[in-house]
């Protein structure tokens, strides 16, 4: 426990009758949440009743029962949230959160006719500096409000969607992109590397905004490209967040152009290591599984999307089995069609059992981890948030439930995987700053974000 930094009463003596008497010392701190239930993920399979998180300087100082809190915390702002569950802040492993502005653009079609025909032509004709500013900032507001603390990003002008992620006071991982075709960004890839590095530079000391190295996808970015990001992820102590092996189609045009599938390729240039952030990831072959456990390679399962695009099914069962690290995520609005990681989670639950013919298979906690820990483990984050313990990041979310949709309630990761919803999260604390409070943002102006967003779609609208 951190407490270095708290200012302490010291106890003092009163003579009286002869005798010295000791007040009992107490300790100056920020915030203290007492819960119903507080859900710290680590340790595995934890459910604390009637306890407090103490609060201090943007990070946890101690969970203790609510009894003694009180008398042993003295802080400037107490809750009591006598109905709430206390959780860790739910990370969104992989989105584009500047397509929230797409959200609904185009349904009902296979990825690559989606991409060719809708929305590589959108972004050539609209996406700028304005445009993911705006569009991030409409899923950070999003996202809060669905409990989400930290999103990992892939789009272009990453330093705007930095701009947006701190004015809302977000935790994100910034994807440098890479990708081979000319955009409004950047020229070719000598100038997204040199750009991304750049940002990298800016965002070093920034206390809640990282990069990662994101090359689009083994089909569009070349081996060259793929070789300098493998050297500049090692030298940078960075992450590396790929779209791999998402449709089938991949796969094959990988095998007709190079002879190799794209695992095997992106093995033969450096790029399977534990840095790797491998996302959808639905055509896998045994040993390619047992390859990427190896290897130490992440993860990030995105199961709606996949459904919405019938891309096909990540076999996560069977790659939790081989010991790979998954993590979950939303992907981008355009193709989900929302932010919500407690969505999220009840479908990918739903979906492995089915999958995996077994009512078993992934679990409530389990499913719940990977929204959380494994996130923050595959992110490189997992010393700073992802569960609720002392010394960490103060990232939490409170969600409601004592209500109709939720009781009788026997279990309470069950219940909220498998029955609550973001409009049970009542409260959002990013380092200690509580950014969504009793469902009110305190950030961000919601009605100037409507009002960019409405505008926008009245561009796009009219797209030539």
């Not at 010392?25 to 119903?36: F, G, Q």
């Not at 340790?43 to 604390?48: A, G, K, S």
């Not at 959200?103 to 590589?120: F, T």
């Not at 800016?202 to 070789?227: C, E, G, I, M, W």
Request: proline share 4%; net charge negative; aromatic share 4%.
């Amino acid at each position: 426990m951190h407490y270095n930094n708290l200012n302490v009463k010291l106890g003092h003596r009163i003579p009286h009758s002869c005798h010295a008497i000791h007040v009992t010392e107490s300790m100056n701190i920020d915030t203290l949440i007492h819960a119903r239930w507080i859900i710290p993920v680590e340790p595995v399979d934890t459910i604390l009743e009637r306890h407090a998180i103490a609060i201090n300087e943007g990070r946890i100082v101690e969970i203790i029962d609510s009894s003694s809190a009180e008398q042993k915390y003295a802080a400037t702002h107490v809750l009591h949230l006598n109905r709430q569950a206390l959780l860790p802040g739910l990370i969104n492993t992989h989105g584009h959160a500047a397509m929230a502005l797409m959200r609904g653009l185009a349904d009902d079609m296979p990825l690559m006719q989606w991409l060719q025909e809708y929305i590589w032509p959108a972004e050539q004709q609209w996406v700028n500096a304005e445009f993911v500013h705006d569009g991030t900032l409409l899923a950070c507001a999003e996202m809060l409000r669905s409990g989400t603390t930290c999103f990992n990003d892939m789009y272009f002008f990453p330093e705007q969607a930095a701009r947006a992620a701190d004015q809302a006071g977000i935790r994100a991982t910034l994807g440098l992109i890479v990708i081979d075709f000319a955009s409004a960004w950047a020229q070719d890839a000598d100038d997204y590397l040199r750009k991304g590095i750049e940002l990298h530079d800016q965002l070093h000391n920034h206390p809640l905004l990282r990069t990662a190295f994101a090359p689009h996808a083994p089909y569009s970015v070349a081996d060259n490209a793929l070789l300098r990001i493998a050297t500049y992820a090692e030298e940078m102590d960075i992450p590396i967040h790929m779209h791999v092996h998402e449709t089938a189609h991949e796969v094959e045009q990988s095998l007709a152009t190079t002879g190799r599938r794209p695992l095997q390729r992106l093995d033969e240039l450096g790029l399977l290591t534990p840095r790797l952030l491998a996302v959808h990831m639905t055509q896998l072959e045994a040993q390619e599984i047992e390859q990427c456990a190896q290897n130490g390679v992440h993860v990030v399962h995105c199961p709606e999307s996949n459904l919405k695009l019938a891309s096909g099914f990540c076999p996560v069962s069977r790659l939790v089995e081989a010991g790979i690290n998954v993590a979950l995520g939303t992907d981008g609005a355009a193709s989900n069609n929302n932010l919500d990681m407690l969505g999220e989670m009840h479908t990918a639950t739903l979906l492995a059992k089915g999958i995996a013919g077994d009512a078993r298979a992934l679990p409530a906690d389990q499913v719940l981890r990977m929204a959380t820990i494994n996130a923050a483990r595959a992110l490189g984050l997992d010393e700073e948030t992802g569960s609720l313990e002392p010394g960490k990041s103060a990232d939490i979310i409170a969600l409601h439930l004592d209500g109709i949709e939720t009781e009788p309630l026997y279990h309470v990761v069950s219940q909220i995987i498998h029955a609550a919803g973001r409009e049970h999260v009542t409260d959002v604390w990013v380092a200690g700053q509580h950014v969504l409070k009793q469902r009110e943002l305190t950030t961000l102006d919601i009605d100037d974000i409507l009002a960019r967003a409405r505008q926008w779609r009245d561009r796009l609208r009219h797209q030539d």
